[in-house]
């Protein structure tokens, strides 16, 4: 009788393993197939970063190009999400403004998910939940929250030592699969140098005249709630800045440093005709002072351990101790940050406009929700 109650037993694990294998197999596959996205009415054509570059046709470093042409002659801008996949405002407000944009005036480039290799992984060992979900007026949306970095089963192994092409600046291994440490790249490089020469031949090939890299950092990082500019471009940056001091929001305006390579507000700006920037929102669930990085984290931005640290006054943070950092006013931001840096590029450049319509601001993103601008 127990031989028989023993070898039950081991059938009954035997399936319940075999059951969790699948579910795990199903829920790692889907990691592998990118959320759908609802573009405006206004966009004019769809196609692939491989388009540009086919050195990345059939990888996971392929990812969707969204074309907005309003027909009238004018200048084109280039926005970018997704550079590091576990950083939700990023992504988040692209879709947004892919989802909402009218151009009248010029073409917007999207490309949301930039490192589309990094949406398929997680970051080992730092506990980030692998999707949220935000509530819409048609039902809920889950998106993903990958990694700072290209998957490793994509590219690997890391060396011990990472030389950037072609100054040769030498970081952490980790960091040769950072994007953002990758311009200008090469085509027979890494496959995270192979998508970052693609951004670079999108932006020559579209004659891009401003570009866009939406980012966030944590709060204790000195380099947050900023846009960073290439010094050839200091007036459309302090222009800006001064139209959203105007509007009630704070952004530091930081040079980009020049022996600093591989960032796109360096590299853009040197190897290209495009006018670049990166702005940088302030996320609790990236900080080394974080608790528990739940979803709750991601999207509420609200956590005890940087209200203490602010109380303290120990520690330069960005982190409003009354409401926290959610992503309603973190997806604002960049925003609000794309639309008067455009208004800035205008005032400049007047001859190559790019007028950019039916976005929400700042203030109707926090009334009303993220959710109130997704379609579903």
Not at 147 to 176: C, I, K, M
Not at 184 to 198: F, I, M, N, Q, S
Request: proline share 6%; net charge negative.
């Amino acid at each position: 009788m127990a031989m028989i109650r023993n070898h039950l037993s081991t059938i009954i694990i035997s399936i319940l393993t075999a059951a969790m294998g699948v579910i795990a197999a199903i829920a790692f596959g889907k990691m592998h197939h990118p959320e759908v996205l609802y573009p405006s009415a206004s966009l004019t054509s769809k196609g692939m970063l491989s388009d540009y570059f086919d050195g990345i046709t059939g990888t996971n470093g392929d990812t969707e190009v969204y074309l907005y042409d309003s027909g009238v002659a004018g200048g084109t801008a280039l926005l970018c999400g997704g550079t590091h996949a576990n950083e939700a405002a990023s992504f988040l407000s692209t879709v947004v403004i892919l989802e909402n944009l009218r151009v009248t005036c010029g073409r917007v480039i999207i490309i949301p998910r930039l490192n589309n290799s990094a949406f398929t992984c997680s970051d080992p060992m730092e506990g980030f939940p692998s999707s949220y979900e935000i509530p819409t007026k048609n039902g809920t949306r889950v998106f993903r929250l990958g990694s700072r970095v290209t998957n490793p089963l994509d590219q690997w192994p890391d060396p011990l030592v990472f030389a950037q092409y072609p100054s040769n600046q030498q970081l952490s291994g980790f960091e040769t699969r950072n994007i953002n440490r990758a311009y200008p790249g090469r085509p027979d490089g890494t496959l995270t140098e192979k998508v970052a020469y693609a951004i670079i031949q999108i932006i020559k090939k579209e004659n891009v005249n401003i570009a866009f890299d939406l980012h966030e950092s944590s709060p204790e990082v000195p380099i947050v709630n900023v846009i960073v500019y290439n010094e050839k471009y200091e007036d459309i940056a302090m222009n800006a800045v001064l139209g959203l001091e105007m509007a009630g929001l704070q952004f530091s305006p930081e040079t980009s440093p020049k022996n600093f390579h591989g960032l796109s507000h360096r590299e853009w700006g040197d190897y290209t005709n495009a006018i670049p920037f990166l702005m940088e929102t302030s996320n609790p669930s990236m900080g080394r002072l974080r608790g528990e990085t739940n979803v709750d984290l991601v999207l509420r931005g609200d956590c005890d351990n940087y209200k203490k640290a602010k109380e303290t006054g120990a520690l330069r943070i960005a982190y409003r101790e009354e409401t926290g950092e959610p992503i309603e006013h973190r997806v604002g931001r960049h925003i609000m940050g794309f639309i008067e840096l455009i208004n800035s590029y205008n005032y400049y450049y007047p001859e190559m406009q790019i007028v950019v319509e039916n976005l929400p601001d700042y203030d109707m993103i926090m009334e009303n929700g993220v959710g109130e601008y997704l379609k579903n």
